[in-house]
């Protein structure tokens, strides 16, 4: 119990400032920069005080309204729920100054309309990972999901289509998660993840349980889109509207992701996963090898860059859903460190490639010839946040590999071993391609001692779009040395009791 | 930016003098009703969302028994728009002022502070002035979602 | 040994580093961005010589920079064994930075800027390499060695550097991610660390086929050493500019995966374990089969920097082949043939260069009485190819001595033929390039065609790699020193 | 055969909300049109919605709306009320179903704009084209 306010300013600073922003944005769009920055940079450091408090004095749990749980609404600000909101919030952040600038131009007139959906999404992954009640994280789930849909609506083209499959496939998941609360609810009568754990302690094992937690399971799959779940994810991530998606892609999977932690872990217990099912832990496992070979292998025949992107992505959450599947503490803090590394470099192609798009006006792959000559520091970040996906050292990305390798190895799962290390290939022929196309002009024609490549204008894109980037890509190398201390400081203590 | 009413079409389904006249007669007492709900929502059955809905389905009839045109003439888009994020602003706020005022969100005894009352008198206004804010709210998300639909989404606003 | 805690090997890592700064900086003035990188080149150097000393007197340096993972931090340190490879690494580079200007502008190649930056970070990887005090920091500068150089093999942008680019990084990248990484992790767990100890890390920890399995995943997997089946990459990354072949393939990255496989033999594996495993024997097999075939299809290359490449793939394993007798002689002759080796090829490869830019002449075939014109070329090409084959009085002739003294004692005697076969071969793919420079006679028509020595740029650094590749016949004692406190402090 | 039925009489209404369920998901699955699809995912939640409900039922509950001042006094017996949990549950779900149906009408608007028509079929021969 504590009477400090602050992490609930977290989540409250966006919710009132989608509001704000609707409010003021319509008296004069030149509201909408100064709030939206300032209730996103206000957030960003007040998550970095939480997540310092509660490393220093351990979980705290917060009660809406002073009502006691399990009556009342519980936040649960554990470390890894710290965390959270210090990447949600952080990422959110990075990412609002290219979509500023990036939307000024898309919606031209809306921007005040987009902002507060923008926000109140932020305010709902908060939500999220601050939220201690099972019924409470499906509301905000929904409200994550429905402010994405309007977001990626709001793109050209094919976007509504692609948003309305969104719809369905979302709305499933969600009422899939409905459905097993509800068991759960049938059967311990609470709904406060801590209370639920406690009675399903001293609870014999039914096919009741174990159904609910195919639901939830299930309902969470489709949500973070693991193979073979994920049809939604290409079509709606790679024609959001480009400020959407450099948020939407590092957040949405990965928050996810995390609920599927907190699920397994808060309200079930790693014993009941992965000693009386240990079956089934090795049988997903093996899916999620699947599903990073498979995105991967498609993830090759794309011929757009954000498309590409986005199977990476789905090929990503596979890798984090066999890290926590591995049952083991390598695992896990492979998965969890990857949750923070795969925000920061999706974070960092998608607002490379907004950034391109803003320039060329298209991301094919034949637009983007001569790129490294055109934009540089673009190009130049771009880099690194590929490096860090195929997983270079000392880029973030190879340390969560190594992680991952690691608890693989460990459980004996050489399946799953083998698939990351078949991903990482894949990922180094995807980027090494783009490189390739962007560092050679023409291509066909040997032009060895042409002297005309001067003549290409740097155009580099605009300083709001190029900061965040050049950020994104030094924050992937600084959390690459930092790894060590980031793991030993913050994500031993996150991992769940149990291993 | 043109201003919506300019654009909707007149419509004249069911344009009757009997449904408008009583419409016209109904549409105020529909709207106390709401208020009513709103204001003992929170002691007895009803509440903010169910006397929006109330308040927001008066608009909703009004332009079902005139036009799109007559409703928006009443009740602008931008009201409405201001009234809805009013709403939850004030609701957010209530809360949000709890927690300033050093207690716990939506811990309403922490209003004391304002005006010295007895806390669980607080506690009652509290969520008095919560459920008016969800009230305002939905009224306008529900008027709003008719005009979209409605309008074929030729409002301004929407996605 | 006692290691001192000391800024010098990070120095020697970030100087070369920070100097693309200004090189990218001062791309429109080429004199000043040359002058940074001859700067850089002989600051390293003089970094790389002041840290000599300690090192011969049986010190050396350490430097944690991060500790990434537990138990293995992202280190420094500065022991006998990578002193030897920085001292050649950074001695060499002096030469080839020199070169490449001479060579570059002789040419008048496109996006200089670019190249000297690559350069530039390429040698601070090869220095990172050497100074690795564990597996994990090898791997990190390995692996940006292979990114750093794409830019230079690739350099010329046309469609034979693009599919040249991508069959190197297939290779090379392909088999770091694909088998080191998975060694290295497999290492890391059996043992919770992956530090460089004198007498391996191994011993004890794991089933036999396990050991053999890793060595074959290490010995494959850093395929910059050029083992067949993967040394394809070698041959055709020749694509580049000749300083990039002479110094890169010549020398830095080869070295580097021969280092590497080096590194892990003798001190993750340590040759205790290697002996009593038998695995030793089988690695100087597996690699005599690789030094016999490279040595043939030289023979069939008309391609001067092809015959070279071929020539190369054939000598690394000659390192393999020392360490894997695990006997005192053969692996002194392995060590020392890295430094041998790379003084005669870089000799070599800097004449190749500095034929085609005063010829244009890429072909065997096409340089009869070339020897006549160019004669200071032609003499350290011999002087090169005398070391490489291993007579006296070049330094070449003391590693293959050493080694095979090694194969004798070992009693291997098919070793012995291996590398008495293999120098016969090797004499017969260099000499006839001289036989012809000197005494075939010109074609007709192009003998008055004014073909003069290469620009002074390029005469001078060849000059000296040849006159030391002589030199270190008669004062060899620095790197036997070296070798010998690496091998048995 | 006998205890399957018995097994269905005596939870019937689990079992409606199950073919509800199906016939939804069929309808979200199976249905060409867009709009039918929605109308899918409506059924599907109300039939969630509706298990809820269930599950706080009594026999011999009457509604959760008891006197202020009775329940201070005498407090309340449970037996004679339903559990108004869910319903209050289900209140927030509704609305969350609301709002993903308004959301999804606006999106079909913006697909009919865009293509004319709703069904997937034609559309998909519009983007192919």
Request: some cysteine; charged content about 10%; glycine content about 10%.
């Given at each position: 119990?504590?009477?400090?306010?602050?992490?609930?300013?977290?989540?409250?600073?966006?919710?009132?400032?989608?509001?704000?922003?609707?409010?003021?944005?319509?008296?004069?769009?030149?509201?909408?920069?100064?709030?939206?920055?300032?209730?996103?940079?206000?957030?960003?450091?007040?998550?970095?005080?939480?997540?310092?408090?509660?490393?220093?004095?351990?979980?705290?749990?917060?009660?809406?309204?002073?009502?006691?749980?399990?009556?009342?609404?519980?936040?649960?600000?554990?470390?890894?729920?710290?965390?959270?909101?210090?990447?949600?919030?952080?990422?959110?952040?990075?990412?609002?100054?290219?979509?500023?600038?990036?939307?000024?131009?898309?919606?031209?007139?809306?921007?005040?309309?987009?902002?507060?959906?923008?926000?109140?999404?932020?305010?709902?992954?908060?939500?999220?990972?601050?939220?201690?009640?099972?019924?409470?994280?499906?509301?905000?789930?929904?409200?994550?999901?429905?402010?994405?849909?309007?977001?990626?609506?709001?793109?050209?083209?094919?976007?509504?289509?692609?948003?309305?499959?969104?719809?369905?496939?979302?709305?499933?998941?969600?009422?899939?998660?409905?459905?097993?609360?509800?068991?759960?609810?049938?059967?311990?009568?609470?709904?406060?993840?801590?209370?639920?754990?406690?009675?399903?302690?001293?609870?014999?094992?039914?096919?009741?349980?174990?159904?609910?937690?195919?639901?939830?399971?299930?309902?969470?799959?489709?949500?973070?889109?693991?193979?073979?779940?994920?049809?939604?994810?290409?079509?709606?991530?790679?024609?959001?509207?480009?400020?959407?998606?450099?948020?939407?892609?590092?957040?949405?999977?990965?928050?996810?992701?995390?609920?599927?932690?907190?699920?397994?872990?808060?309200?079930?217990?790693?014993?009941?996963?992965?000693?009386?099912?240990?079956?089934?832990?090795?049988?997903?496992?093996?899916?999620?090898?699947?599903?990073?070979?498979?995105?991967?292998?498609?993830?090759?025949?794309?011929?757009?860059?954000?498309?590409?992107?986005?199977?990476?992505?789905?090929?990503?959450?596979?890798?984090?859903?066999?890290?926590?599947?591995?049952?083991?503490?390598?695992?896990?803090?492979?998965?969890?460190?990857?949750?923070?590394?795969?925000?920061?470099?999706?974070?960092?192609?998608?607002?490379?490639?907004?950034?391109?798009?803003?320039?060329?006006?298209?991301?094919?792959?034949?637009?983007?010839?001569?790129?490294?000559?055109?934009?540089?520091?673009?190009?130049?970040?771009?880099?690194?946040?590929?490096?860090?996906?195929?997983?270079?050292?000392?880029?973030?990305?190879?340390?969560?590999?190594?992680?991952?390798?690691?608890?693989?190895?460990?459980?004996?799962?050489?399946?799953?071993?083998?698939?990351?290390?078949?991903?990482?290939?894949?990922?180094?022929?995807?980027?090494?391609?783009?490189?390739?196309?962007?560092?050679?002009?023409?291509?066909?024609?040997?032009?060895?001692?042409?002297?005309?490549?001067?003549?290409?204008?740097?155009?580099?894109?605009?300083?709001?779009?190029?900061?965040?980037?050049?950020?994104?890509?030094?924050?992937?190398?600084?959390?690459?040395?930092?790894?060590?201390?980031?793991?030993?400081?913050?994500?031993?203590?996150?991992?769940?009791?149990?291993? | 930016?043109?201003?919506?009413?300019?654009?909707?079409?007149?419509r004249?389904v069911g344009?009757?003098?009997?449904i408008q006249t009583a419409v016209r007669l109904m549409v105020p007492f529909i709207q106390l009703f709401g208020l009513y709900v709103i204001v003992h929502g929170?002691?007895?059955p009803g509440g903010g969302f169910q006397g929006g809905v109330i308040l927001g389905a008066s608009f909703i009839l009004t332009a079902v028994a005139f036009d799109l045109q007559t409703s928006l003439k009443r009740f602008t888009e931008?009201t409405n728009a201001?009234m809805g994020?009013?709403g939850?602003?004030?609701?957010?706020?209530?809360?949000?002022?709890?927690?300033?005022?050093?207690?716990?969100?939506?811990?309403?005894?922490?209003?004391?502070?304002?005006?010295?009352?007895?806390?669980?008198?607080?506690?009652?206004?509290?969520?008095?002035?919560?459920e008016v804010g969800v009230g305002l709210a939905v009224m306008s998300i529900m008027a709003s979602l008719y005009w979209d639909l409605s309008s074929?989404?030729?409002?301004?606003?929407?996605? | 040994?006692?290691?001192?805690?000391?800024?010098?090997?990070?120095?020697?890592?970030?100087?070369?580093?920070?100097?693309?700064?200004?090189?990218?900086?001062?791309?429109?003035?080429?004199?000043?961005?040359?002058?940074?990188?001859?700067?850089?080149?002989?600051?390293?150097?003089?970094?790389?010589?002041?840290?000599?000393?300690?090192?011969?007197?049986?010190?050396?340096?350490?430097?944690?920079?991060?500790?990434?993972?537990?138990?293995?931090?992202?280190?420094?340190?500065?022991?006998?064994?990578?002193?030897?490879?920085?001292?050649?690494?950074?001695?060499?580079?002096?030469?080839?930075?020199?070169?490449?200007?001479?060579?570059?502008?002789?040419?008048?190649?496109?996006?200089?800027?670019?190249?000297?930056?690559?350069?530039?970070?390429?040698?601070?990887?090869?220095?990172?390499?050497?100074?690795?005090?564990?597996?994990?920091?090898?791997?990190?500068?390995?692996?940006?060695?292979?990114?750093?150089?794409?830019?230079?093999?690739?350099?010329?942008?046309?469609?034979?550097?693009?599919?040249?680019?991508?069959?190197?990084?297939?290779?090379?990248?392909?088999?770091?991610?694909?088998?080191?990484?998975?060694?290295?992790?497999?290492?890391?767990?059996?043992?919770?660390?992956?530090?460089?100890?004198?007498?391996?890390?191994?011993?004890?920890?794991?089933?036999?086929?396990?050991?053999?399995?890793?060595?074959?995943?290490?010995?494959?997997?850093?395929?910059?050493?050029?083992?067949?089946?993967?040394?394809?990459?070698?041959?055709?990354?020749?694509?580049?500019?000749?300083?990039?072949?002479?110094?890169?393939?010549?020398?830095?990255?080869?070295?580097?995966?021969?280092?590497?496989?080096?590194?892990?033999?003798?001190?993750?594996?340590?040759?205790?374990?290697?002996?009593?495993?038998?695995?030793?024997?089988?690695?100087?097999?597996?690699?005599?089969?690789?030094?016999?075939?490279?040595?043939?299809?030289?023979?069939?290359?008309?391609?001067?920097?092809?015959?070279?490449?071929?020539?190369?793939?054939?000598?690394?394993?000659?390192?393999?082949?020392?360490?894997?007798?695990?006997?005192?002689?053969?692996?002194?002759?392995?060590?020392?043939?890295?430094?041998?080796?790379?003084?005669?090829?870089?000799?070599?490869?800097?004449?190749?260069?500095?034929?085609?830019?005063?010829?244009?002449?890429?072909?065997?075939?096409?340089?009869?009485?070339?020897?006549?014109?160019?004669?200071?070329?032609?003499?350290?090409?011999?002087?090169?190819?005398?070391?490489?084959?291993?007579?006296?009085?070049?330094?070449?002739?003391?590693?293959?001595?050493?080694?095979?003294?090694?194969?004798?004692?070992?009693?291997?005697?098919?070793?012995?033929?291996?590398?008495?076969?293999?120098?016969?071969?090797?004499?017969?793919?260099?000499?006839?390039?001289?036989?012809?420079?000197?005494?075939?006679?010109?074609?007709?028509?192009?003998?008055?065609?004014?073909?003069?020595?290469?620009?002074?740029?390029?005469?001078?650094?060849?000059?000296?790699?040849?006159?030391?590749?002589?030199?270190?016949?008669?004062?060899?004692?620095?790197?036997?020193?070296?070798?010998?406190?690496?091998?048995?402090? | 055969?006998?205890?399957?039925?018995?097994?269905?009489?005596?939870?019937?209404?689990?079992?409606?909300?199950?073919?509800?369920?199906?016939?939804?998901?069929?309808?979200?699955?199976?249905?060409?049109?867009?709009?039918?699809?929605?109308?899918?995912?409506?059924?599907?939640?109300?039939?969630?919605?509706?298990?809820?409900?269930?599950?706080?039922?009594?026999?011999?509950?009457?509604?959760?709306?008891?006197?202020?001042?009775?329940?201070?006094?005498?407090?309340?017996?449970?037996?004679?009320?339903?559990?108004?949990?869910?319903?209050?549950?289900?209140l927030?779900?509704i609305v969350?179903g609301v709002s993903?149906t308004g959301?999804?009408l606006?999106?079909?608007?913006?697909?009919?704009?865009?293509?004319?028509?709703?069904?997937?079929?034609?559309?998909?021969?519009?983007?192919?084209?």
């Open positions: 119990m504590t009477t400090s306010n602050l992490h609930l300013y977290i989540l409250a600073a966006p919710l009132l400032g989608a509001f704000a922003v609707n409010l003021l944005g319509r008296l004069s769009r030149r509201w909408v920069a100064p709030l939206t920055l300032g209730v996103l940079g206000y957030a960003t450091i007040a998550a970095l005080v939480v997540l310092a408090r509660v490393l220093r004095d351990g979980t705290i749990s917060y009660t809406i309204g002073n009502w006691r749980p399990p009556f009342g609404i519980e936040l649960v600000i554990d470390p890894l729920g710290a965390l959270m909101l210090l990447l949600i919030s952080a990422v959110a952040l990075t990412a609002t100054f290219s979509s500023l600038t990036s939307i000024e131009r898309e919606l031209p007139g809306r921007e005040h309309l987009f902002f507060t959906m923008y926000l109140l999404l932020i305010a709902g992954l908060t939500g999220l990972a601050l939220t201690g009640d099972a019924f409470n994280l499906y509301v905000l789930l929904e409200i994550t999901s429905i402010t994405t849909y309007g977001l990626i609506a709001m793109g050209r083209g094919r976007a509504p289509l692609a948003s309305f499959n969104y719809i369905i496939m979302g709305s499933i998941g969600a009422c899939f998660y409905l459905l097993g609360v509800g068991y759960l609810y049938l059967l311990t009568g609470s709904l406060n993840m801590a209370d639920i754990a406690n009675i399903l302690h001293g609870l014999q094992e039914t096919a009741a349980l174990a159904t609910a937690f195919a639901f939830i399971m299930v309902g969470l799959w489709v949500k973070m889109a693991f193979f073979p779940l994920h049809s939604w994810l290409p079509n709606a991530y790679s024609l959001a509207p480009s400020g959407a998606s450099v948020m939407i892609a590092p957040l949405m999977t990965k928050v996810t992701v995390f609920l599927m932690i907190r699920v397994m872990f808060s309200i079930f217990s790693p014993e009941y996963e992965f000693i009386q099912h240990a079956g089934v832990q090795s049988l997903i496992v093996w899916v999620a090898a699947l599903a990073i070979v498979c995105a991967s292998a498609l993830a090759l025949a794309q011929r757009d860059l954000k498309r590409m992107l986005t199977y990476i992505i789905v090929a990503e959450v596979g890798y984090m859903v066999g890290g926590v599947w591995l049952a083991n503490s390598q695992g896990m803090t492979g998965a969890i460190l990857h949750i923070v590394n795969d925000a920061l470099m999706t974070l960092c192609l998608f607002l490379a490639a907004a950034a391109i798009a803003y320039r060329t006006g298209s991301l094919g792959f034949d637009s983007l010839q001569g790129l490294y000559r055109r934009m540089p520091i673009t190009m130049a970040a771009f880099t690194i946040g590929a490096f860090s996906m195929i997983g270079v050292p000392p880029t973030a990305g190879f340390f969560s590999k190594w992680y991952l390798i690691l608890g693989g190895i460990e459980a004996n799962q050489w399946g799953y071993v083998a698939a990351l290390l078949f991903s990482s290939l894949v990922n180094a022929v995807l980027f090494f391609r783009i490189i390739e196309i962007a560092y050679f002009r023409t291509g066909e024609v040997g032009h060895g001692h042409d002297h005309g490549h001067a003549a290409v204008r740097v155009e580099e894109a605009p300083l709001m779009m190029l900061a965040p980037l050049v950020l994104a890509a030094l924050a992937l190398i600084a959390v690459g040395f930092g790894s060590g201390p980031l793991v030993s400081g913050v994500i031993r203590l996150a991992v769940p009791g149990g291993f | 930016m043109k201003q919506v009413q300019d654009r909707a079409q007149t004249a344009e009757s003098l009997i929170h002691y007895s931008r201001i994020n009013a939850v602003l004030l609701y957010t706020g209530v809360g949000m002022l709890c927690a300033l005022l050093g207690g716990l969100f939506l811990d309403y005894s922490a209003l004391v502070r304002i005006i010295p009352m007895d806390p669980v008198e607080w506690r009652s206004l509290g969520i008095f002035l919560v074929r989404g030729e409002l301004d606003e929407g996605l | 040994m006692v290691y001192a805690h000391s800024f010098w090997p990070l120095a020697a890592v970030m100087l070369p580093l920070l100097a693309t700064v200004p090189i990218m900086l001062s791309g429109r003035s080429p004199n000043l961005r040359e002058s940074w990188t001859l700067l850089a080149g002989g600051g390293m150097f003089a970094i790389v010589a002041s840290m000599l000393p300690a090192v011969l007197a049986g010190g050396g340096f350490v430097l944690t920079l991060a500790e990434v993972v537990p138990g293995v931090p992202i280190q420094l340190r500065v022991d006998a064994l990578g002193m030897f490879f920085a001292l050649v690494a950074s001695f060499l580079w002096i030469f080839t930075s020199v070169y490449s200007i001479g060579y570059m502008r002789a040419l008048e190649e496109h996006d200089q800027t670019r190249y000297f930056a690559s350069f530039a970070v390429a040698i601070a990887a090869t220095i990172g390499v050497a100074f690795s005090a564990n597996l994990l920091t090898l791997y990190l500068f390995y692996e940006i060695l292979s990114l750093s150089t794409y830019p230079l093999v690739t350099h010329e942008q046309n469609a034979e550097a693009r599919a040249s680019g991508r069959k190197y990084l297939t290779y090379i990248l392909g088999t770091s991610i694909g088998l080191v990484l998975p060694a290295m992790l497999i290492v890391y767990h059996l043992t919770g660390t992956l530090d460089f100890t004198h007498g391996g890390i191994l011993a004890g920890k794991a089933s036999p086929g396990t050991l053999s399995l890793l060595l074959l995943l290490f010995v494959l997997g850093f395929a910059k050493a050029g083992v067949m089946p993967f040394h394809g990459w070698l041959p055709a990354a020749m694509v580049a500019p000749t300083p990039v072949s002479s110094f890169l393939h010549g020398v830095a990255v080869v070295k580097v995966g021969v280092f590497s496989i080096l590194r892990v033999v003798f001190d993750i594996f340590g040759p205790d374990l290697l002996r009593s495993l038998d695995l030793g024997v089988a690695l100087t097999y597996f690699v005599s089969i690789t030094i016999l075939f490279a040595s043939l299809v030289a023979l069939t290359q008309d391609n001067l920097k092809r015959r070279l490449a071929y020539s190369t793939i054939g000598q690394l394993s000659y390192m393999i082949l020392g360490a894997g007798m695990v006997s005192a002689a053969g692996m002194t002759g392995g060590v020392l043939h890295i430094a041998m080796h790379a003084f005669g090829k870089i000799t070599l490869f800097f004449c190749a260069g500095a034929i085609y830019v005063a010829s244009h002449k890429k072909y065997i075939s096409e340089m009869d009485g070339l020897g006549r014109q160019m004669p200071i070329t032609y003499v350290a090409f011999f002087l090169g190819s005398l070391s490489i084959i291993g007579m006296p009085p070049l330094g070449g002739f003391l590693s293959k001595w050493n080694l095979l003294v090694g194969a004798v004692q070992s009693q291997q005697m098919v070793l012995v033929a291996v590398l008495l076969g293999s120098s016969l071969l090797n004499a017969a793919y260099f000499f006839p390039i001289v036989y012809r420079g000197f005494f075939a006679p010109a074609p007709a028509g192009g003998a008055a065609s004014g073909i003069r020595e290469a620009p002074l740029f390029c005469l001078l650094p060849l000059s000296v790699t040849a006159l030391c590749s002589l030199l270190l016949f008669f004062y060899p004692s620095v790197f036997l020193q070296l070798v010998q406190r690496a091998l048995f402090p | 055969m006998q205890g399957i039925i018995a097994e269905i009489v005596a939870k019937y209404n689990y079992w409606i909300y199950v073919v509800l369920m199906m016939i939804g998901f069929y309808a979200m699955i199976g249905k060409r049109n867009l709009v039918k699809k929605l109308i899918g995912l409506n059924i599907f939640q109300t039939a969630i919605i509706l298990f809820y409900v269930s599950t706080g039922v009594k026999r011999g509950g009457g509604i959760p709306i008891v006197d202020k001042h009775a329940a201070l006094t005498h407090g309340i017996d449970p037996a004679t009320v339903v559990n108004p949990l869910p319903h209050v549950l289900m927030t779900a969350v993903v959301v999804a606006a999106v079909l608007l913006r697909v009919y704009r865009e293509y004319g028509t709703l069904e997937e079929d034609e559309i998909l021969e519009k983007i192919g084209k």
